[in-house]
């Protein structure tokens, strides 16, 4: 169903619409489709006031740029397409790309008298955006080094050592979560990165506790936010274990008013507005963004518009995970600078980056860990899959053979008893595939698992994907019944509740159910897409490759999937395909690190 959308002058806006919001990232990206000649249509008839072949290849370019877009990709690298056949699809295009200079004549050309031009490129015209991307980049990079500017510390360097001592440690270049305390009382910005296990939430829980003491923030004014409803859950869950064993009383009654976590879009969906219709900021003195790696460019925009100048802004997340569904690569281009140059001085925005390496959840011997780490570095080094601990690679084997085992590991699920051993049980297996369709996709595999775990439960009052048992995904944010899309949810069993209802678990608790005439769009939970499992954790994962190698398959997506396993993991597939994917990097082209850190390449 297409809308009517009312064109202001000067501005192009980009629209993609599916239940992330912006593309599919298990669409073959193969050429130009409807959106892309659609929205080169709308360029060329705004701007395209050329010959025929300057708008011919003003209308390539436009859709290019939104063909990148839809892979995740803020800038198009023109000197890397020259010379490529251009992808089909695309109308009235050449058979293959020309060199960047002759993009940059004709957009100077139908430039005249037209700001702002909807293309622009970088100093040396090889590199070029969207101009409302680059102005988010600008934006955004700008926002963080001016919180990463030193403001001291709160009562002049005195008082504060006693309290970092004893809740720290004595300070050390190994102590990060001590350094990591330092960066938020002398900044408005940490950015905290690390792996999995390697202490995020810990130094999060400990940096929380401090906030009476050294910074005299109220817990009422602290957010916990994350992008996802899972991920928000999750860091409320891990916060909450921490602070059982937290052994002072006045800490604990003080992170318990701290509210519960919540998604980004909730978050900024409660700002208000003033007469004028301008955003107020936040009500808030302190806020962490935890699964930092999921925050795309636009809704991060769109946070640090409303976010208090004067508050503390925490970022927390692991940079080798999965990017974002929609553009940009937000926490990764951040780490840029530090990635290319690891000596840099501990002054503008690498003031505030504090990195965990140590990972506390893994030990020496995990073959998870040691799994996550191989594929971390590329793959570089030999390794065999057999002398994996807990890590099991079921090469050749048929389908049969995963369907009866991932069976037997639902066994917990379905013998449950009340809804919170269900999703305790639920917890504990994650059937991920990178591929959504076909015979090893998550569609397929969800249909013939319902066929397995639960046969003649049909309910014919509702959809096939609320039969009474069913674990189910929400698929769309509904603010009215605090629903995030990613949230998991459970039709019951009668013994277990309502069947009319489908139940989540938000804080450890149950919580009163939401009829099924009102869930939003949703489907089966029984398998997740790689994607759909960031945030997410499980015991025992079962990973489903594809029978040979394919493009989805990256070492961010390889590394993400073996991460959500806490205990064992399961391949069914061959290594050396697997090996391959981790050998393949799913790159993502911004340019919001050169802003960060060396600007004078752009400009």
């Known amino acids: 169903m297409s809308r009517e959308i009312p064109l202001l002058p000067g501005k192009v806006f980009l629209l993609l619409q599916n239940d992330s919001g912006y593309f599919d990232p298990d669409r073959d990206f193969a050429g130009f489709g409807i959106l892309e000649n659609a929205f080169s249509d709308l360029l060329v008839r705004l701007y395209g006031k050329g010959s025929h072949e300057d708008n011919t290849l003003f209308s390539l370019l436009a859709g290019t740029l939104l063909l990148e877009s839809r892979k995740g990709n803020v800038v198009c690298h023109l000197d890397e397409l020259a010379g490529q056949p251009v992808p089909p699809g695309a109308r009235e295009a050449p058979e293959s790309y020309p060199e960047p200079s002759l993009f940059v004549s004709v957009c100077s050309r139908l430039d005249a008298g037209r700001e702002p031009f909807p293309i622009v490129f970088d100093r040396d015209g090889k590199r070029c955006w969207l101009q409302r991307y680059r102005e988010v980049e600008e934006r955004i990079a700008g926002a963080l080094v001016d919180r990463s500017a030193f403001v001291g510390f709160p009562d002049g360097d005195v008082g504060h050592v006693a309290i970092l001592g004893e809740v720290f440690g004595d300070p050390s270049p190994e102590n990060i979560l001590r350094r990591s305390a330092e960066i938020v009382l002398g900044h408005k910005l ?115 518009q409303v976010f208090p100048k004067e508050a503390i802004l925490i970022l927390s997340g692991d940079p080798d995970q999965l990017s974002s569904v929609a553009p940009g690569a937000v926490f990764g281009e951040i780490l840029k600078g530090l990635d290319e140059s690891p000596g840099r001085s501990g002054t503008g925005i690498s003031g505030s980056i504090a990195i965990l390496k140590k ?63 269900a999703f305790l049980a639920l917890a504990g297996v994650g059937v991920l595939s990178p591929l959504r369709n076909g015979p090893r996709g998550v569609v397929e595999v969800s249909k013939n698992l319902e066929r397995i775990l639960f046969p003649g439960t049909f309910s014919h009052r509702f959809p096939e994907r609320l039969r009474r048992g069913h674990p189910v995904v929400v698929l769309k944010n509904s603010t009215e019944l605090d629903l995030s899309n990613g949230d998991v949810g459970i039709v019951p069993f009668s013994h277990w509740g309502d069947p009319g209802r489908v139940y989540f678990a938000r804080g450890g608790e149950v919580d009163q159910g939401v009829p099924l005439e009102l869930l939003p769009p949703s489907e089966s939970a029984l398998a997740l897409t790689v994607h759909k499992s960031q945030g997410s954790e499980f015991s025992r994962v079962h990973l489903l490759l594809p029978a040979g190698f394919h493009p989805f398959l990256t070492r961010e997506l390889l590394y993400t999937a073996v991460t959500r396993a806490r205990e064992s993991l399961v391949v069914w597939g061959d290594f050396p395909v697997f090996r391959e994917g981790v050998r393949n990097r799913s790159i993502r082209h911004s340019a919001l690190g050169d802003f960060l850190w060396s600007p004078s390449s752009i400009l």
């Open 359 to 421: 990972s506390h959840r893994f030990d020496g011997e995990s073959g998870v860990g040691r799994l996550a780490r191989w594929i971390r570095e590329g793959g570089k080094s030999s390794l065999d899959p057999a002398f994996l601990p807990g890590v099991s690679f079921r090469q050749g084997e048929n389908l049969s053979d995963f369907y009866r085992e991932v069976s037997q590991d639902f066994s917990p699920y379905l013998n449950a008893t009340d809804l919170s051993g």
């Open 190 to 304: 940490l950015i905290l990165s690390g792996g999995p296990g390697t202490g995020k939430t810990t130094a999060l829980s400990r940096i929380l506790s401090t906030c009476p003491s050294l910074l005299s923030i109220k817990p009422e004014r602290i957010v916990l936010a994350a992008p996802t409803g899972k991920a928000s859950a999750r860091l409320g869950e891990s916060i909450a274990r921490l602070v059982e064993d937290l052994p002072d009383p006045e800490k604990r009654a003080y992170l318990a008013r701290i509210p519960p976590p919540m998604t980004l879009h909730r978050l900024i969906s409660r700002v208000k507005k003033d007469e004028d219709q301008n955003p107020l900021p936040l009500p808030l003195d302190l806020l962490v963004v935890d699964e930092m790696s999921m925050v795309d460019l636009s809704l991060f925009d769109r946070l640090l």
